[in-house]
């Protein structure tokens, strides 16, 4: 893999959604998780490493910054290239504690909101594992925009002749 920017300069990011999320029991502080071995998840990370209690609200076209920590920059960047403040990252789980919010999984991976979450007849779970399994659209978008790019240059073909 080739790196753009040196290490030291890149923004702190969330980590990605991934389809087992609602089978991986309850969230733990990331260190507890680091020490027996495993990596945080997402939910770990916005349980425990986050400013935000369930129910915020918030008016205006971003979220607060004081909900991130080290986050923030890049949320934030993401907030102005989708043109969607982040939703509350956290909710309540039955027994009271925290637990990752699908709305916000949801919105992490690009997708529109209520593309999943607003799916009627799917639980929790099955919309972590949905948004888990799904992919970025926009970089999708981009991954495909190269390759016909490439077949181009390669066959010296248009993109409207590629069947």
């Known amino acids: 893999m080739a790196r753009l920017w040196p290490r030291d ?4 990011l969330l980590k990605t959604p991934t389809a087992n999320l609602s089978r991986n029991g309850a969230p733990q502080h990331p260190d507890k998780r680091k020490e027996g071995g495993h990596g ?5 990370e916005v349980c425990f490493l986050l400013n935000v209690e369930p129910g915020a609200d918030y008016g205006g076209d971003f979220s607060p910054s004081g909900w991130w920590g080290d986050f923030a920059p890049a949320v934030r960047r993401w907030e102005v290239l989708t043109g969607q403040p982040a939703p509350v990252p956290v909710e309540y789980g039955p027994r009271g504690g925290l637990r990752l919010a699908p709305r916000f999984a949801e919105w992490l991976m690009g997708i529109v909101p209520g593309w999943i979450t607003k ?5 929790r779970g099955q919309q ?3 948004v888990g399994d799904g992919v970025v659209p926009q970089q999708a978008f981009a991954a495909f925009a190269h390759l016909l790019g490439e077949l181009e240059r390669r066959d010296g073909a248009s993109v409207g002749d590629v069947a």
């Open 9 to 12: 300069k890149t923004e702190k």
């Open 128 to 130: 972590l594992k949905a």
């Open 119 to 123: 799916v009627d007849g799917l639980d």
């Open 40 to 44: 945080p998840t997402l939910e770990d």
